[in-house]
């Protein structure tokens, strides 16, 4: 059974860090291309980042680009997102999501993905 676990949102200041955590279980993760997406109130899904299941290959929308790294650990099976200088814009829930059906390369689209978390809340507020 695929599984995917987010954890490590919280509430940070203006500029603080978080590390977000995205746990598979069921299957290998570094076969799979996985992406992070963010949801705020009143907005449309938005892909934050991602990473190929081949060669680890990233994206990163402009908006978080510079602040954000994505990373995957084959070892604990766990991909992450190490999240820098917040700002009160990046508040949303954060999902992870992955799919095996990407080739070489990893999607901003959360349509192209099969399985996702059930999300993590991230508040950057003073």
């Known amino acids: 059974q695929v599984q995917l676990v987010e954890s490590g949102g919280g509430l940070v200041q203006p500029g603080g860090s978080l590390r977000l955590s995205c746990a598979a279980s069921g299957f290998t993760l570094d076969y799979y291309a996985t992406g992070w997406f963010r949801q705020a109130p009143g907005k449309e899904r938005e892909g934050v980042s991602c990473i190929s299941k081949s060669d680890g290959s990233t994206y990163y929308a402009d908006s978080v680009k510079g602040r954000f790294t994505i990373s995957r650990d084959n070892v604990k099976n766990t991909v992450y997102l190490q999240m820098n200088s917040l700002k009160p814009e990046d508040t949303a829930v954060y999902y992870c999501?992955?799919?095996?059906?990407?080739?070489?390369?990893?999607?901003?689209?959360?349509?192209?993905?099969?399985?996702w978390g059930q999300g993590t809340q991230v508040t950057v507020s003073s």
């Open positions: 999501a992955t799919t095996p059906k990407l080739g070489s390369s990893c999607s901003q689209s959360g349509y192209e993905y099969d399985y």
